[in-house]
């Protein structure tokens, strides 16, 4: 297997504001199996930074361990990226926003990474409503280890070799909402038409954003009888609708709810268009987004777009009252309070 | 005969009483008459109720570690009495509240009573029966004031400085000491035999904490991000460090902050804030103590791995497990030296007074960046919580702070291909990027997985080895960077050396004299670092034997230099101490003394 990607591209491949082509926001060539939902994930990760204009290198890939993990070193090749220990990256991640508040910080987890060894973190990530994108790729199993159930995996949900899982699932997006997770959306790797702009509208939102997003296992969990299979997944899927993510450059001049198309702005003047589907659900109340959630679950349907969003409430720095400054660009001027002030201190001790 | 400033006294009281004010009153009036002066609490795990004892050691020749048997006891709490009478010695003196009969079980005909009528002199004075208590306190403070001849303008001095934002309460608290002070000079004798005298012993030294100490250190060395999970005895070094970055580093007109703090939901977390703050460049820190080490194992091993920049505090207290939480010992050597899976190895700093602690602390910083390692401080809980005498800071301000080897954009674009862990300069030190210094260049993947030069991942054997060679020579080009071990001697004179480091410091200089006196000679050296340097391996092998002395079972560092400098364990003579009590003068001059005389017979 070759793990250097071609490096034939088309000449007329189109550029963005930035003048740089889709191929500049890709990696390493992946060595996830043929057909994981994963690699899926990564391209509408591409595609959105690709048309958002992300300076690459403004963007830090922050991970755990396990197949989800492996991928931030196939995708945005010219990023940092930092892949730490099981279940930990929430706690890296919150150090290094608070280092530098001015980068996007994207965090890829999987389900044992975020929903067992990585629980304790991720709940408190939330819970500071640290300023970063955390994307579940949730197949179910562990891949990586050879197919065991995870803590996502539904109750009665059957493995390749035939055993039903005998507990109950976590659910990661109810368990986010009700923690405080200021966006929570839900998606399918099997449509990045619908993943590439949640993906946009969690990169521009202040704040935490969780994405869950469906990723069959197609080696160890896309067998008959398995909930997180492809087939299962495609027939149970149940949209909230559609979402448009118009950048702030954008001018919006309806600025009001019509029908089942609503507006929702953005901390930075950007906006999110729904297209609602549900009518009796509001995006923008906790209440009622828990409610669509339990009654889509209840009804045995997965439900996917965006669930839930509240753009007023104070990220982590907010929180904290830091210098606007980022902290890693700090100098001596600014840090240390000097010889003079020292002898003060001692006289105090005296 | 009487003895002049060499003594020491002991107050026994409720934890939660408010005791631990009038205590450092007593302590700190000792301070200010200029002489030599060693407070140590010794407290349970606990926050009101159960038995706390102040212990004050005051010595003319400025010996400050602790000395056994107590020249005056002050026994306000019942519960601990009878240990409190035994604990005295022959010859000493015990002052009681005598508002009530002293029961006849705490009567010992080999020592000296001084009843003063604490709750009946405070019931006839004050009404509120808070300020019953707190005035309890102060009260013995006088009455010692009078017995130990402590200079009353002194203490009026302390309590005007204390209170000078509530004046109100500076009146009434003199009032309590004259109280005291009056009642002994109207009914004993006095000054005891022993008592104070003013010096000019002290100089310009400063009386601290030294985990505040270190919290001050941080703020001078650029600290940014700290990130903590409260543990006994470590929980003030990120008081401290809050307290002072809120004097310094909040903007007047803005209000923002030139720092973060997170208490974070575990030591796990705390540590992975400090890993992921420092890979994005800003200086950070976490403190904690031995349970948190065990922790933070996992991201040990990842920062020493993927080299990233890591300041960690352990200021120890006595293990294993819970241990005794609220007790002093140095025994988490071999677990910071060691820590986590696989071959690692880290850089330990040893302070033995808050100057060191302060010094180290910016010197850590440094260290972890230009190392691109974990650098671990092992204080402990004798030097954090307790008050020690110290030498002043000192701060030069033309310090710059020392970034290693960090790229820009610009030296980024005059070289080649950028290879992270590529050995340019072969001192094992690799140059590190900052996320977004460089649009097209200078990104990589940080893991701790292994990786080639190019920090591409690789399972390569040769790879991996080069990797781990080469994390070795940049372990010995630490060697030379890490603070130099200090010498008593300029030139080794004797056939017996002795080593100790960290808080048994000071015990082991008054041993070393007392022992002088009886004719032993030996040659010190004091670490305050590992890895250990060429000259730490001379000192060991210009001697025939060589004592180590250090508080806890195992003997850890004499383990350390024995494996890593292979040494015959022979050589070496552990003199240990692991009660959770600091280490005394008395018990070195024993060990010392038996095992020489054994070697001469």
Not at chain 1, 131 to 139: A, G, K, L, R
Not at chain 2, 56 to 73: F, P, Q, T, Y
Not at chain 2, 302 to 330: H, K, N, W
Not at chain 2, 531 to 552: G, L, M, R, T
Request: negative net charge.
């Amino acid at each position: 297997m070759s793990y250097i990607r071609p490096q034939f591209r088309h000449p007329n491949l189109p550029k963005n504001s930035l003048g740089y082509t889709s191929k500049d926001y890709e990696g390493g060539l992946s060595t996830l199996c043929a057909g994981c939902g994963h690699d899926s994930i990564s391209a509408a990760i591409v595609q959105a930074c690709f048309e958002m204009s992300i300076e690459p290198h403004r963007l830090a890939k922050m991970s755990g361990i396990g197949c989800s993990s492996k991928t931030p070193a196939y995708f945005l090749g010219n990023s940092h990226g930092f892949n730490s220990v099981h279940g930990r990256m929430p706690s890296v991640a919150t150090g290094a926003n608070l280092a530098n508040r001015d980068l996007i910080y994207f965090g890829v987890s999987g389900d044992g990474d975020t929903a067992s060894i990585g629980m304790g973190q991720f709940v408190h990530a939330v819970r500071r409503n640290l300023n970063m994108v955390y994307i579940v790729m949730n197949n179910g199993c562990y891949g990586l280890t050879k197919g065991q159930d995870s803590a996502t995996a539904d109750e009665g949900s059957k493995s390749k070799a035939g055993s039903v899982n005998p507990f109950q699932a976590i659910d990661l997006a109810s368990l986010a909402m009700e923690l405080g997770a200021t966006y929570v959306a839900q998606s399918f790797s099997g449509d990045k038409k619908q993943l590439t702009p949640l993906i946009k509208a969690a990169m521009h939102h202040q704040g935490f954003a969780f994405i869950n997003v469906i990723s069959p296992c197609v080696t160890f969990n896309n067998n008959v009888g398995s909930t997180k299979s492809y087939d299962y997944v495609r027939e149970h899927v149940e949209a909230t609708g559609t979402v448009d993510f118009v950048p702030m450059a954008e001018e919006i001049k309806a600025s009001y709810t019509e029908g089942n198309k609503a507006l929702v702005k953005m901390h930075d003047g950007s906006y999110l268009e729904l297209h609602k589907l549900a009518t009796d659900w509001n995006p923008q109340d906790r209440i009622s987004a828990s409610m669509a959630l339990q009654q889509a679950r209840a009804k045995g349907e997965i439900l996917t777009g965006l669930l839930y969003v509240n753009t007023d409430y104070h990220e982590l720095h907010e929180t904290l009252g830091t210098t606007l400054t980022p902290l890693n660009e700090l100098t001596e001027k600014d840090l240390c309070p000097g010889a003079e002030a020292l002898s003060d201190i001692n006289a105090g001790l005296r | 005969m009487s003895t002049i400033n060499d003594f020491v006294v002991k107050f026994a009281n409720v934890n939660g009483t408010g005791s631990a004010s009038a205590n450092l009153l007593f302590a700190k009036s000792i301070f200010r008459m200029g002489v030599p002066v060693s407070p140590k609490n010794i407290f349970p795990s606990n926050i009101q109720g159960l038995p706390t004892w102040y212990e004050v050691r005051v010595s003319e020749k400025g010996h400050l570690g602790r000395r056994e048997g107590i020249d005056l006891m002050v026994c306000v709490n019942p519960q601990s009495m009878l240990e409190d009478v035994r604990s005295v010695k022959p010859g000493g003196y015990f002052m009681y509240d005598s508002t009530k009969q002293l029961h006849e079980e705490y009567i010992r005909e080999d020592i000296n009573y001084v009843g003063v009528p604490l709750m009946e002199m405070c019931n006839e004075h004050y009404t509120d029966p808070r300020l019953r208590q707190l005035f309890k306190n102060i009260i013995y403070v006088g009455a010692c004031a009078a017995l130990l001849n402590i200079e009353f303008s002194v203490l009026e001095e302390l309590v005007s400085e204390q209170f000078a934002g509530k004046t109100k309460l500076i009146a009434p608290n003199i009032e309590a000491l004259q109280l005291g002070d009056d009642y002994v000079k109207a009914n004993y004798t006095f000054p005891l035999p022993f008592h104070m005298e003013r010096r000019d012993l002290v100089k310009d030294a400063i009386l601290m904490d030294g985990n505040s100490a270190c919290g001050l250190g941080a703020v001078y060395a650029g600290a940014t991000v700290c990130a903590w999970y409260p543990i006994t005895p470590s929980t003030s070094v990120a008081e401290a460090f809050e307290m002072y970055a809120e004097q310094f580093r909040v903007d007047k007109e803005t209000g923002r902050k030139n720092f973060a703090i997170v208490q974070a939901e575990d030591e796990l977390a705390a540590i992975g804030m400090v890993i992921g703050a420092n890979w994005n460049g800003a200086r950070s820190f976490t403190a904690t103590s031995g349970p948190g080490v065990s922790l933070m194992n996992e991201f040990l091993g990842l920062a020493y791995f993927a080299e990233v920049p890591t300041v960690l505090i352990d200021v120890q207290r006595t293990g294993p497990s819970t241990g005794m939480p609220t007790r002093t010992q140095q025994s988490d050597i071999q677990i910071s030296a060691y820590a986590s899976h696989g071959d690692t190895k880290h850089v330990l700093l040893f302070p033995s007074t808050p100057k060191e602690c302060f010094d180290l602390t910016v010197d850590a910083f440094d260290l972890a960046e230009v190392l691109q390692t974990p650098i671990i401080m092992l204080t402990d809980l004798d030097l954090g919580m307790n008050d020690h005498m110290s030498a002043p800071f000192v701060w030069d301000d033309s310090k710059k702070y020392n970034r290693g080897k960090v790229l820009n954009a610009q030296q980024l674009d005059e070289i080649g291909r950028y290879g992270r862990y590529e050995d340019v300069d072969g001192d094992g030190i690799t140059y590190r990027t900052i996320p977004a210094t460089h649009p097209k260049k200078g990104a990589f993947v940080n893991r701790g997985t292994s990786r080639d030069e190019f920090a591409v991942y690789t399972e390569n054997s040769d790879a991996y080895r080069r990797n781990m060679e080469r994390l070795l020579v940049k372990w010995d080009t630490a060697k030379d960077m890490v603070p130099a071990p200090q010498f008593y001697q300029e030139k080794n004179q004797n056939e017996v050396g002795v080593i100790f480091f960290g808080t048994s410091t000071q015990s082991a200089e008054e041993a070393m004299e007392i022992l002088k006196e009886n004719g032993i000679n030996m040659d010190a050296m004091r670490l305050l670092s590992f890895p250990f340097s060429k000259a730490v391996n001379d000192f060991i092998y210009a001697h025939q034997e060589v004592f180590v002395i250090e508080q806890n079972r195992d003997a850890q560092m004499r383990g350390l230099l024995t494996l890593e400098l292979n040494i015959d364990p022979n050589k070496l003579i552990p003199v240990l101490n692991f009660d959770g009590m600091p280490i005394t003068a008395d018990l070195i001059v024993k060990r010392i003394t038996q095992s020489v005389s054994l070697t001469k017979i």
